[in-house]
């Protein structure tokens, strides 16, 4: 694809809306789709697609295209790289944005590799290059201890956008997006897997991927009781809990709650790390918060260096005040 025109912005569906994330990339697609002089499309991949396209032409999608197949419901890897290989040979964009997650990640790589272009992953900053018209990508490197400036040459530009690195669109209902439909063919021969059985967790509060507040906890808390302190503290500051990855080996809370190069990628507005020595694994999963606290008994922690605000001593006196001198103030 040696040209394109458009910023292509891939979005998600749940339960009929579009998720987050997509408003998210709405936000990053049309301040690119304004450096450049180009139009913002979005496509979306299902069945059902109307309210999303709605909403999707209300944030600011010029031309929402519309991939429906029985298939793409299901989130096979395989049948939305081929639907999303026959959108971008007829809407032909420039730049095509994913979010970074689950579906996103394996996605990505792989609808690059079928376009013969190159991809740009977990991307927390986007912008043109005003002399070459191109984009260039901030993404973090070495577990998050540097950030590096990547430049993308082949159309089109490739790139996974880390959640919640840009705020969502502003809404508009006024705005009429034009719908296309796209007639994918899906071969039943490109799924590879099939879904044997769901299990519907319970979820109570703010997902950690969305929330502005966590308050997380680490192998120094020294079992499962502490985070129960833990989530007195969130729920007065309106977030909810996480944890590094020995609490979570450790068993003393759910896997779901691990934040680091292998759990989740936050990006909240407080991140509150108690008893976390800071690792760079965990780092990379928190490092895009805007303000962080850290309480830890070991001056030297490598916490420290991250963090906004730092507490040198024992968790289990420093807590305690810390939570009572939040519920004095909220009340």
Request: some cysteine; overall charge neutral.
């Amino acid at each position: 694809m040696s040209e394109g025109n458009g910023v292509l912005v891939v979005g998600e569906i749940s339960e009929a809306r579009l998720i987050a994330t997509t408003s998210e990339l709405l936000n990053a697609g049309g301040k690119l789709a304004n450096s450049l002089g180009q139009p913002l499309h979005a496509v979306l991949l299902g069945t059902n697609l109307s309210n999303a396209s709605e909403e999707a032409a209300s944030l600011g999608a010029g031309k929402v295209f519309l991939a429906e197949h029985p298939l793409l419901d299901e989130g096979h890897v395989e049948a939305h790289v081929t639907a999303l290989q026959q959108v971008c040979q007829q809407a032909q964009p420039s730049v095509l944005l994913i979010a970074r997650t689950q579906l996103g990640r394996e996605v990505g790589p792989r609808l690059a590799f079928r376009l013969g272009v190159g991809l740009a992953q977990d991307a927390v900053g986007v912008s043109v290059d005003p002399d070459t018209r191109k984009l260039l990508v901030t993404r973090p490197v070495y577990g998050g201890n540097a950030l590096a400036v990547v430049a993308l040459s082949c159309i089109p530009q490739i790139v996974t956008v880390r959640p919640k690195a840009f705020e969502v669109a502003a809404k508009d209902e006024s705005l009429r997006g034009e719908v296309v439909r796209v007639p994918v063919e899906i071969p039943t021969s490109v799924v590879r897997t099939r879904v044997v059985e769901r299990v519907s967790g319970e979820a109570a509060g703010v997902k950690l991927e969305e929330a502005r507040v966590v308050v997380a906890g680490g192998r120094g808390l020294g079992g499962p009781e502490p985070f129960q302190e833990l989530e007195k503290l969130a729920k007065l500051l309106g977030g909810t809990i996480g944890a590094s990855r020995p609490a979570c080996d450790a068993g003393w809370i759910d896997a779901r709650s691990q934040i680091g190069l292998t759990g989740k990628t936050i990006t909240p507005d407080l991140y509150v790390a108690v008893a976390i020595s800071g690792a760079c694994q965990h780092m990379a999963g928190c490092s895009g918060a805007k303000v962080i606290v850290a309480v830890n008994n070991d001056p030297k922690a490598d916490i420290f260096k991250e963090a906004r605000y730092g507490v040198v001593g024992d968790w289990r006196k420093i807590l305690p005040a810390f939570t009572e001198a939040v519920r004095e103030l909220v009340r």
